[in-house]
C-alpha cells in the first residue's frame, strides 16, 4: 500500500512538473490554444514552444530516469551505495570519447552514444580492474573511481583547451546543458536510452541477487561474473546516452536510489522503475528551475544537481563510515 501511494505521489508530481516546465518561458499559451496548436500546426507561437521547449523536456525526462536508473544498477553490482556513474568515472569516460570522435567525425553524429558507450566502458573497466583485490572495497572503488573521473575530465579539458573552431562547436553537444535540444538529439535519446531502460527493468531479479555476498549468490547458481558484465553494460549504456546528449549530470544516480530505499524499500522490482521516474522528474525540475530563476538567463543543471549533490555525497559518506 505504502508502494503504490509512493508511486502515485510520484507520478503526479512529475506530470506536474511536466506542465510547469511546458507553460513556462518568454512565451505562454493557456492549455487549449497549446493543444490546438499541435495538432493545427499554424500557431507560430505554439510552433516555438513545440520546437523548443518539447525536445529539452524529452531529453531531460529521459536523461534524468537512464542516469538514475544507471546508478541503482552501478550500486547493484558494485555493492556500494556510493557508485554513481559520475563519481566513478563513466560519465567522464563516455564524454571524453564522445567529443573526441565527433571532432573528428562531425558526419557521424547521430553514432555520439555509440563512441560515449566505448569510453564508458573503458573507464568502468579500469575501476572494476584497478579496484578489485580480492573482492570489492568500497572506499577504494570510489577512490579509483574519482581519480579516472579527474583523468578523464582533465583530458576532455585539455582536448577543449585547443580553442579551434571546430572543437569549440563541437563541444557545444557535450557541455553539461540542456538548452537548444532538438528533436534530433530528442529521438538520439529516446531510442538509446528508452531501450537501455526498458531492458534494465528485466534486470530487477539479478540485481536483489547481486547485493548478497558472492558465497551465497553461487550456491543459489547464479553465473555471478556474466551477470556482473551484463548488468554493468546495460548501466554503462545508460549513462553514456545520458551524458552523450545532456553532457555530465553528477549525483543523480547517486540521489535518486539513496531515496528510493527510503521510501519503497531495496526490492528493484519497485526500485528501477521509481528510480526512472525519480530521475526524470529531478533533472526536468532541476532544468525548469534553472531556467525560470533567473530568466532570461540560465542556470545549467547540472549546477543545480552538484550543489545538491556534493553535501548528500558528505552525507552518505560520514553515514557509511559509521
Given at each position: 500500500?505504502?508502494?503504490?501511494?509512493?508511486?502515485?505521489?510520484?507520478?503526479?508530481?512529475?506530470?506536474?512538473?511536466?506542465?510547469?516546465?511546458?507553460?513556462?518561458?518568454?512565451?505562454?499559451?493557456?492549455?487549449?490554444?497549446?493543444?490546438?496548436?499541435?495538432?493545427?500546426?499554424?500557431?507560430?507561437?505554439?510552433?516555438?514552444?513545440?520546437?523548443?521547449?518539447?525536445?529539452?523536456?524529452?531529453?531531460?525526462?529521459?536523461?534524468?530516469?537512464?542516469?538514475?536508473?544507471?546508478?541503482?544498477?552501478?550500486?547493484?553490482?558494485?555493492?556500494?551505495?556510493?557508485?554513481?556513474?559520475?563519481?566513478?568515472?563513466?560519465?567522464?569516460?563516455?564524454?571524453?570519447?564522445?567529443?573526441?570522435?565527433?571532432?573528428?567525425?562531425?558526419?557521424?553524429?547521430?553514432?555520439?552514444?555509440?563512441?560515449?558507450?566505448?569510453?564508458?566502458?573503458?573507464?568502468?573497466?579500469?575501476?572494476?580492474?584497478?579496484?578489485?583485490?580480492?573482492?570489492?572495497?568500497?572506499?577504494?572503488?570510489?577512490?579509483?573511481?574519482?581519480?579516472?573521473?579527474?583523468?578523464?575530465?582533465?583530458?576532455?579539458?585539455?582536448?577543449?583547451?585547443?580553442?579551434?573552431?571546430?572543437?569549440?562547436?563541437?563541444?557545444?553537444?557535450?557541455?553539461?546543458?540542456?538548452?537548444?535540444?532538438?528533436?534530433?538529439?530528442?529521438?538520439?535519446?529516446?531510442?538509446?536510452?528508452?531501450?537501455?531502460?526498458?531492458?534494465?527493468?528485466?534486470?530487477?531479479?539479478?540485481?536483489?541477487?547481486?547485493?548478497?555476498?558472492?558465497?551465497?549468490?553461487?550456491?543459489?547458481?547464479?553465473?555471478?561474473?556474466?551477470?556482473?558484465?551484463?548488468?554493468?553494460?546495460?548501466?554503462?549504456?545508460?549513462?553514456?546516452?545520458?551524458?552523450?546528449?545532456?553532457?555530465v549530470i553528477a549525483f543523480l544516480g547517486l540521489l535518486i536510489p539513496h531515496i528510493g530505499r527510503?521510501?519503497?524499500?531495496?526490492?528493484?522490482?519497485?526500485?528501477?522503475?521509481?528510480?526512472?521516474?525519480?530521475?526524470?522528474?529531478?533533472?526536468?525540475?532541476?532544468?525548469?528551475?534553472?531556467?525560470?530563476?533567473?530568466?532570461?538567463?540560465?542556470?545549467?543543471?547540472?549546477?543545480?544537481?552538484?550543489?545538491?549533490?556534493?553535501?548528500?555525497?558528505?552525507?552518505?559518506?560520514?553515514?557509511?563510515?559509521?
Amino acid at each position: 500500500m505504502k508502494s503504490i501511494l509512493v508511486f502515485g505521489i510520484t507520478i503526479l508530481c512529475f506530470l506536474g512538473v511536466l506542465y510547469w516546465a511546458v507553460m513556462s518561458g518568454s512565451i505562454q499559451v493557456s492549455l487549449p490554444r497549446l493543444l490546438e496548436g499541435i495538432f493545427s500546426g499554424v500557431d507560430d507561437e505554439v510552433n516555438v514552444i513545440y520546437d523548443l521547449r518539447f525536445p529539452r523536456i524529452i531529453v531531460a525526462s529521459l536523461a534524468g530516469a537512464a542516469l538514475a536508473v544507471s546508478g541503482a544498477l552501478l550500486q547493484a553490482v558494485m555493492r556500494n551505495p556510493l557508485a554513481d556513474a559520475s563519481i566513478i568515472g563513466i560519465s567522464s569516460g563516455a564524454n571524453f570519447t564522445a567529443l573526441l570522435a565527433v571532432t573528428i567525425f562531425p558526419q557521424l553524429f547521430f553514432y555520439m552514444p555509440l563512441f560515449a558507450f566505448i569510453g564508458g566502458l573503458v573507464a568502468c573497466g579500469l575501476v572494476f580492474s584497478l579496484s578489485w583485490k580480492g573482492g570489492l572495497s568500497p572506499m577504494k572503488l570510489i577512490l579509483v573511481g574519482v581519480a579516472i573521473h579527474a583523468t578523464f575530465t582533465g583530458l576532455s579539458e585539455a582536448f577543449n583547451y585547443r580553442g579551434s573552431y571546430s572543437v569549440t562547436s563541437i563541444s557545444a553537444a557535450t557541455t553539461s546543458t540542456l538548452s537548444m535540444k532538438t528533436w534530433s538529439e530528442a529521438n538520439l535519446i529516446l531510442l538509446y536510452g528508452g531501450l537501455a531502460i526498458l531492458v534494465a527493468m528485466w534486470l530487477f531479479h539479478w540485481c536483489n541477487l547481486l547485493v548478497l555476498d558472492d558465497r551465497t549468490t553461487s550456491s543459489l547458481g547464479l553465473p555471478i561474473l556474466r551477470v556482473r558484465v551484463i548488468v554493468s553494460v546495460v548501466a554503462v549504456v545508460l549513462a553514456a546516452t545520458a551524458t552523450a546528449v545532456a553532457g555530465v549530470i553528477a549525483f543523480l544516480g547517486l540521489l535518486i536510489p539513496h531515496i528510493g530505499r527510503q521510501l519503497i524499500g531495496s526490492d528493484y522490482k519497485l526500485l528501477l522503475p521509481f528510480s526512472a521516474i525519480s530521475g526524470a522528474l529531478l533533472l526536468v525540475l532541476a532544468d525548469t528551475i534553472g531556467r525560470t530563476v533567473l530568466a532570461p538567463n540560465e542556470i545549467p543543471a547540472s549546477i543545480l544537481m552538484s550543489v545538491i549533490g556534493g553535501p548528500f555525497l558528505i552525507f552518505l559518506l560520514r553515514k557509511s563510515g559509521q
